[in-house]
């Protein structure tokens, strides 16, 4: 089966009474996590970006007291599902202060970890990708937004 394009999928779904429409949406919803998560941003977290991205550092701290410092393997599998969380939710907002914000409480609290994650190369190459994927994120941004989380990264570069 071919899935259609999304231009005919638009004028498909402009064309339909409401209440089908509901239907289509509930359908969608009950089909994967991800969808329902991503409806309920859509209708209930993105009218306030800044209540989202501080629950989402809840979520992140609290993931973060789970992580097991006693081993790096245990540990390095804690913060990789972290970090996919962050991706999945920076996704559903789609704008890059939120992203960046939430990389750059992602990578604070590593910094916090009694974890020596610098001799461990597969940990010290995660932590500096998401350095180098926030340098992409703020050439997308004004000017004085830049130079605050320039700042902000050059503090993570040093601690590093």
């Known amino acids: 089966m071919q899935a259609a394009t999304l ?32 409806v309920s941003y859509l209708l209930f977290e993105s009218g306030n970006e800044t209540a989202y991205i501080l629950n989402l550092k809840n979520e992140i701290d609290e993931l973060f007291d789970q992580v097991n410092t006693n081993s790096v393997f245990w540990a390095k599998k804690t913060i990789r599902k972290i970090l996919r969380i962050i991706t999945k939710h ?18 604070n609290k590593l910094n ?26 703020i050439l997308t941004l004004h000017e004085d937004l830049q130079f605050d989380y320039l700042q ?9």
């Open 7 to 38: 231009a005919h999928l638009k004028n498909e779904l402009k064309t339909m009474p409401s209440a089908d429409l509901i239907e289509v949406c509930i359908k969608l919803i009950k089909f994967k996590k991800e969808n329902k998560e991503l």
């Open 152 to 160: 902000r990264i050059d503090q993570l570069r040093i601690q590093a």
């Open 90 to 107: 920076s996704k559903y907002s789609g704008m890059a202060t939120t992203q960046i914000e939430m990389l750059l409480h992602f990578c």
């Open 112 to 137: 916090e970890l009694p974890l020596d994650y610098t001799n461990n190369a597969a940990m010290f190459n995660l932590y500096n990708n998401q350095l180098k994927k926030m340098d992409k994120l």
